[in-house]
């Protein structure tokens, strides 16, 4: 073989390992460059405050510290008027605030806040955007909630408009409440986290659907809009196949919807019902989550999971059902319309406000 060949045939390897290694310098270095600016503008709130207190300086010095900074460092961006006084809000709000480091990559949106562990680790912090924080700022008072959507935004790459639909839908109340028998069927590490992963209810506000609908209208509108459905599952899901067709015993059977999660490592099949829950949709759900297992399923992969998305459900009806079949099985509800809770509501300003808030954000 001559050095040729053999170079053309390395050459692809080389190639992608020298993409992977500029992707990820230039990742660090954009989350250098950010916590940098938000441990400036910590610093520059820290100093303003301490002035305040000491030689009893009032808001009025602020607009004139923003004309001279941009006489003085024409330059710099973000230093503002408004800016300036959200750097103090900022300090003020995280006055407790120690840089301590924490890698990124223990932080799980899906665990709970030790007791022993700051609800504002110093790493958290500077991990997310100057606009995050002040989205964060505006929209939730709650430390603990806060908190929540922090981590939530790290572990799962929310962009800022993703960040305002997710708060807006509450998604901190409904991660984790899907009912299911999966500490029955699945060991305690991958139970717990399989009930994390899924929520109730699923909120679909982004269809046109309206009453009475049938269930393939519904399937058809969620691949539609496939891109918001996958947002609203959560990260990890990856979309196998609609009517996913399956031959058992020489019949043919179709699952609505197959996906497999790349952070479980198992297949989810979700099987679409209008109306209340039915006991015998537990039936019909083992019986697919089997064929996959068997025909599917890799042998490093997870037991498939089964989640039956209805309208309506009772609890203890659908524990009784699950309670005897072998497969874990959850069942949530889904809504086509967004409700929100009234304290939450009233604390939300319109997506006009926000635009315009954030608009003059750098």
Known sequence: MSDQ?????????????????????????????????????????????ARQKSEGWGTAVIPRLARDIRNE????KGFSERNIKRMLAFYREYRDLGFVPQAVAQIDSDAEVPQTVALFPGEVMLSLPWGHHLLLMEKLKDAEVRSWYMRATLANGWSRNILQMQIESAAHTRQGKVTSNFTLRLPPPQSDLVRQVLKDPYLFDFLTLEEPFHERELETGLIAHLERFLLELGQGFAFVGRQYHVDVGDQDFYIDLLFYHLRLRCFIVVELKR???????????????????????????????????CQQQNEVIAEYALRGM?????????????????????????????????????
Request: aromatic fraction near 6%; charge should be negative.
């Open 73 to 76: 460092l024409p330059e710099e």
């Open 275 to 309: 109306g209340k829950f039915k006991p015998e949709y537990a039936g019909k759900m083992n019986f697919y989550c089997s064929v996959v297992d068997d025909v599917l399923k890799h042998q490093s992969d997870a037991p498939t999971i089964g989640l039956i998305l």
């Open 326 to 362: 072998d497969k874990p099985i959850g069942v949530s509800t889904f809504d086509l319309t967004r409700a929100l809770p009234t304290e939450l509501v009233s604390s939300l300003p319109s997506i006009e406000q926000i635009e315009r808030e954030l608009g003059e954000s750098p």
């Open 5 to 49: 060949t053999a170079a053309s045939i390395h050459y692809p390897g080389l190639l992608a390992e020298i993409k992977q290694r500029i992707q990820s310098a230039q990742t660090r270095a954009m989350l250098g460059v950010n916590a940098e600016l938000i441990h400036l503008y910590w610093e520059i709130g820290q100093m303003l405050d």
